[in-house]
């Protein structure tokens, strides 16, 4: 059975903190590690990671996977406020679209 | 451009009922997935359609039924419901196509979801 688990459960963090997030997996037939931000209701969709070694960036986020030791991360430097959030992590596997969620980091910035 | 869009916004239904839930995909989009969401945990793989196909399925009991329409848009319907149902029900969509079934399946978009409390 696929499984994804994330590290920490939660975070409380002072505005201008840099924190990294943490994302292992086990699954059949890997395709693809996705990032995602949870505020309220939507997943929104941060990064699609596929290739190992290889950074992504967005603005204050970045994130890269590496395959060999099944895992990835998540850095956000420069945290405001409105980085508060849930963070799920999740992987692609198989044949179908698929996704397997990890529980998630609740990221806390405080003035 | 609109995203994926749910509807209703919240549901609230006693044990033993039906429910149906409505998501319409991303304009171009022709891949459907439901997932549920309970509090403090990820979402839940439910289903996959694809072109009106159900493409996948997760660990569901067969109370749990959706279906594609061939505007793309989907209903997942829930009978029998337990308070276990609660959850938070999230419809994504994807760019999946014929010609590269493998290139960006996994990339959802989600929309707001339905939150479903079964009192």
């Known amino acids: 059975e696929d499984k994804v688990v994330q590290s920490p459960l939660s975070l409380v963090v002072h505005e201008g903190d840099t924190v990294t997030l943490n994302c292992s997996y086990e699954v059949t037939n890997f395709r693809s590690l996705l990032w995602y931000k949870q505020e309220k209701k939507a997943p929104t969709f941060l990064f699609m990671l596929t290739s190992s070694g290889i950074e992504k960036k967005s603005g204050r986020l970045s994130s890269i996977l590496d395959k060999k030791e099944l895992f990835s991360i998540l850095n956000i430097t420069a945290t405001q406020t409105g980085d508060s959030a849930v963070y799920l992590c999740?992987?692609?596997?198989?044949?179908?679209?698929?996704?397997?969620f990890g529980t998630g980091t609740r990221l806390q910035v405080t003035l | 451009d609109a995203g994926v869009t749910q509807s209703p916004t919240h549901l609230i239904k006693t044990r033993g009922q039906q429910v149906t839930l409505r998501c319409s995909p991303i304009s171009g989009h022709k891949s459907v997935s439901w997932y549920q969401q309970v509090l403090g945990q990820g979402p839940q793989f439910i289903f996959q359609?694809?072109?009106?196909?159900?493409?996948g399925r997760g660990n569901f009991p067969d109370r749990f039924s959706a279906r594609q329409f061939p505007n793309y848009s989907s209903e997942l319907n829930v009978n029998a419901l337990l308070l276990g149902d609660s959850a938070l029900y999230l419809c994504?969509?994807?760019?999946?196509?014929?010609?590269?079934?493998?290139?960006?399946?996994?990339?959802?978009?989600f929309g707001s979801g339905t939150q479903l409390s079964v009192l």
């Open positions: 994504a969509s994807s760019l999946q196509t014929r010609a590269n079934p493998g290139q960006g399946r996994e990339k959802l978009f």
């Open positions: 359609y694809y072109e009106k196909e159900e493409r």
């Open positions: 999740a992987v692609g596997g198989g044949t179908a679209s698929k996704l397997t």
